[in-house]
Every structure is written in C-alpha cells, then in structure tokens.
C-alpha cells in the first residue's frame, strides 16, 4: 500500500496542474495521463476538458493519434474503430508503440466478451510490435492477457507457458508488484492442474513479497489459495489458519475484510466439528 495517493491528494494534485490559466502548461501526454485520475475523481466535465485540451495540444499525429485512442475508449467505440486507428497508426514512424497498444486493447474486449480466438490474434500481433521494439513492460502485459485467455478455456498447459515467461521478464526487470501478481497467477494454473508443491512454493513466494510491499490484497490473493490447496487436501485447520490470517491483515491496516473470508472460516468450523462429531 505503499505510494498510493489518496483521493484528497490527487484531487489536489489535478486542480494544481489544471486551475484556470495552468492547463495552458500541460501537454498532451500529461493531459492524457491526468485523464484516468479524473475518471476516478468521478469528474466528467474535467475528463471533457482534458481531452480537449489534449487535442488542441497535441503537436504531431503520433499524439492525434493517442488523444484519437483515449476519445475511442471514453465512447465505447466499436472493435473496427479501434482496428482501424491501428491499422493507420503502425504505417506512420515511430508509430508501433501506439498500434500496439490499441491492438491490445482490442484483444481485452474480445476477452471480455469471451472471443477467445480474436483475443489471441490481437494480442499476439501486439506482442510481436512490442518484440520489434524491445517493449519489455509491454510484453508483460500481451502475456497477461493471453494467459487469462487460455486459463478461460482450460487450456492450463498454455497459460503456464505465458505466466512463465512473464515471470522470467518481470524477473529481468525487478518489478516486485508484477511478480507478486504473476507468482499468484502461475500458482493458481499448477494448483489447478494438480501441481500442488509447485503452486504451494509460488503462493508462499508471492505472499512473502505481499506482506514486504504491504500489499493486503496480494496477501488476500496468496492466502485464499493457499487455504484453497489446504482444504483440497483436507487439512482444514491449516485452511483455517491461512484465512484467519488474511482476516488479521485487513484489520491491521483498518481496512473492512471481505465477506467472503468470514463465510469461508464459518463453512469450513461447521465441517471441521461434523467431522469431530463422526
């Protein structure tokens, strides 16, 4: 939890850069990063302005072209926009960062509207741009979400393939948040593929960087499948005490626990003391 900003600061933070006369120094990649901010601060009339000014800023068509991205995305514009702004965007120079980024966006809505086929073609043509240009980060991210779709059609075998190698390059590039997630991911594909020591090993690795980085959602994630494993195996003492955890570390940092993990703990006493009882 480290770093955040709370809604307070960053509401002040957006009023100072965008206050009256001071939006004349933002430029159009600041204006277009401060949008996401806003969407969160619930304030469509500044998302508007920011846009606006975005485009009247924008000094070349690689920049057009990003303010063009983010007007399609606020308007939940149609895939074959998106495809076709990516299209015109990669025959530009220096215009493949921006056509990848779109066309991975494109395989997240097919993603989520379960087109898994379209979602894989989308996302690889991202990552292959991205390999072009050596976008490390980027790849972690084609990975993430071709891993996701291949979880989704229980195809494990090749998800542990993408989680793995997402892995290697979060390695390389020292992203501790990003190994914590991915180490949570690649966990929950061995557990369901029966590989319960090797996911145990990732669970345990990412809830020790969970607790470092004081992540309680990290140390949620970790935990739930560790007292998944445990309750597999019929260890539900063990189950218990993972949970019991998870409870302890949402009340440590004054935060509200998840329904869920209180259900969980009284479901698994319930079956606990049936079982004592037999």
């Not at 998302?47 to 606020?74: P, Y």
């Not at 097919?110 to 996302?123: A, S």
């Amino acid at each position: 939890m480290n770093g955040e900003v709370s809604p307070e600061q960053a509401e002040r933070i957006i009023t100072m850069l965008t206050e009256g006369a001071a939006i004349e120094n933002v430029n159009t990649p600041l204006a277009l990063r401060l949008i996401p901010l806003a969407e969160e601060l619930e304030n469509p009339d500044l998302v508007t302005r920011l846009l606006d000014h975005a485009e009247k800023s924008a000094e070349d068509e690689i920049e057009s072209g990003w303010v063009k991205f983010e007007t399609l995305r606020l308007n939940n514009s149609t895939v074959d926009d998106f495809v076709e702004l990516a299209a015109t965007v990669e025959k530009l120079e220096a215009g493949k960062p921006l056509a990848a980024a779109v066309l991975h966006h494109v395989g997240l809505m097919y993603l989520g509207g379960e087109q898994f086929n379209e979602c894989t073609v989308f996302t690889t043509r991202s990552m292959r741009i991205r390999e072009q240009l050596d976008d490390q980060a980027g790849l972690v991210y084609s990975l993430a979400v071709l891993e996701a779709c291949e979880k989704r059609q229980n195809q494990h075998d090749s998800a542990l393939v993408h989680g793995t190698r997402r892995l290697e390059i979060l390695s390389r590039l020292d992203d501790q948040e990003g190994l914590m997630e991915s180490m949570a991911d690649v966990a929950h594909t061995q557990a369901t593929m029966g590989n319960f020591d090797a996911a145990i090993d990732l669970y345990n690795q990412s809830l020790e960087l969970s607790n470092t980085l004081e992540d309680v959602s990290g140390q949620f994630v970790a935990r739930w499948g560790l007292a998944d494993i445990s309750e597999i195996q019929g260890d539900y003492q063990t189950a218990m005490l993972h949970l019991s955890d998870c409870l302890h570390a949402f009340i440590a940092f004054g935060l509200p626990a998840p329904a869920p993990i209180r259900e969980r703990l009284d479901a698994l006493t319930k079956l606990e003391n049936r079982q004592e009882e037999e």
